[in-house]
């Protein structure tokens, strides 16, 4: 079975502190692709990077970076920095090579105070 | 190039009755994705096309709801009759092909009220 956990409901951090968000996954499957996405107040998901299976390179985009971790099956998220436009709910998903089905986590609020 | 389009943002029904929403995908998306989030959780897929084929609509309550997609571009799901477990948001997403590959775009949603 396929399942994405996010065990952090709810985070709130003041600006400019670094946060993380995690991510567990489950599969079987040798190939498969995880997602984050930014889901802001106005309710529409924003993809914000895919990784698959065999990459395992961290990756850093700006204020924020991924460790994608096999070992442990784990993908987390850190926004450096933290601005209060980062305050949304962000879930992890996981996606198997064969089908468009994207398995999503419970999502995590994150709140950034100034 | 435009987004994933959606209307209505809002809607407000009583229990029994029917409401439709509608989907317009990136242009040159042949996948179109429905999904239902309920507050407080993350997304899950109704239903999957490609082109104006099913895909997978194995969690779709199909005494409930319908969708269609008929020439391959735009799609519409409908829910008759709306029960007051539906009261979710809507949202549809695009992607080029099936492939796992491929990033799933979404639209705005759609904010269904069951009352």
């Known amino acids: 079975a396929q399942k994405v956990t996010q065990a952090q409901t709810e985070i709130s951090v003041v600006e400019k502190e670094d946060v993380t968000l995690d991510c567990v996954y489950e599969?079987?499957?040798?190939?498969?692709?995880l997602f984050w996405y930014k889901q802001p107040p106005s309710g529409e998901l924003v993809f914000l990077i895919r990784?698959?299976?065999?990459?395992?390179q961290n990756e850093i985009s700006g204020r924020y970076s991924w460790n994608f971790q096999k070992s442990t099956s784990s993908f987390n998220f850190t926004i450096t920095a933290s601005q209060v436009v980062d305050s949304a709910v962000y879930f992890c998903?996981?996606?198997?090579?064969?089908?468009?089905?994207?398995?999503f986590g419970q999502g995590t609020t994150l709140q950034v105070k100034p | 190039e435009a987004g994933v389009a959606q209307s209505p943002r809002y809607k407000i029904i009583e229990k029994r009755q029917s409401v439709a929403f509608w989907c317009n995908p990136i242009?040159?998306?042949?996948?179109l994705y429905w999904y239902q989030q309920i507050l407080g959780q993350g997304p899950k897929l109704l239903i999957q096309?490609?082109?104006?084929?099913?895909?997978?609509d194995s969690q779709l309550p199909k005494d409930r709801f319908s969708a269609e997609r008929l020439k391959g571009v735009d799609s519409t799901l409908k829910i008759q009759p709306a029960k007051l477990e539906d009261s979710a948001v809507y949202l549809c997403?695009?992607?080029?092909?099936?492939?796992?590959?491929?990033?799933?775009?979404f639209g705005p949603g759609t904010r269904l009220t069951v009352l």
């Open positions: 242009s040159g998306h042949a996948t």
């Open positions: 096309f490609q082109n104006n084929g099913v895909v997978d």
């Open positions: 997403a695009s992607s080029p092909t099936t492939s796992g590959a491929d990033t799933q775009y």
């Open positions: 990784r698959n299976s065999f990459d395992e």
């Open positions: 599969t079987r499957d040798t190939t498969y692709y």
């Open positions: 998903a996981l996606k198997r090579s064969n089908t468009g089905k994207l398995i």
